[in-house]
């Protein structure tokens, strides 16, 4: 399976940015829809944004337009450029293929946004 490793998450303020990377091995990602996840103290792991290998997005309602998705297959990276964070965007992240492998969660990183 592939293996993914998360990092760049920080303690920000509101309104910084942050930008997320996604280190995959063991397989080439390049043909896989590749997803960012989030995770909150005491509640469910939720979509946060995918993309296709061809570059086509998706994105959850409550970080559309502040958040973005990129990737480089040849580098078998993924990415996720935060702007305008929020208190509420504190999670820790991860990325996965979509649909998710469970063999394939990481560690993720952890993001906090202060007030």
């Known amino acids: 399976q592939v293996q993914l490793v998360e990092s760049g998450g920080g303690l920000v303020q509101a309104g910084e940015s942050l930008r997320l990377s996604c280190a995959a091995s063991?397989?080439?990602?390049?043909?896989?829809?590749m997803g960012w996840f989030r995770q909150a103290p005491g509640k469910e792991r939720d979509f946060v944004a995918d993309?296709?290998?061809?570059?086509?997005?998706n994105y959850a309602d409550s970080v559309k337009g502040r958040f973005t998705i990129s990737r480089n297959n040849a580098a078998n990276m993924v990415y996720l450029q935060m702007n305008s964070l929020k208190p509420e965007d504190t999670a820790v992240y991860y990325c996965?293929?979509?649909?998710?492998?469970?063999?394939?969660w990481g560690q993720g990183t952890q993001v906090t946004v202060s007030s």
């Open positions: 063991g397989r080439t990602i390049r043909l896989y829809r």
């Open positions: 996965n293929i979509m649909p998710p492998d469970f063999r394939s």
């Open positions: 993309i296709s290998w061809g570059g086509t997005t």
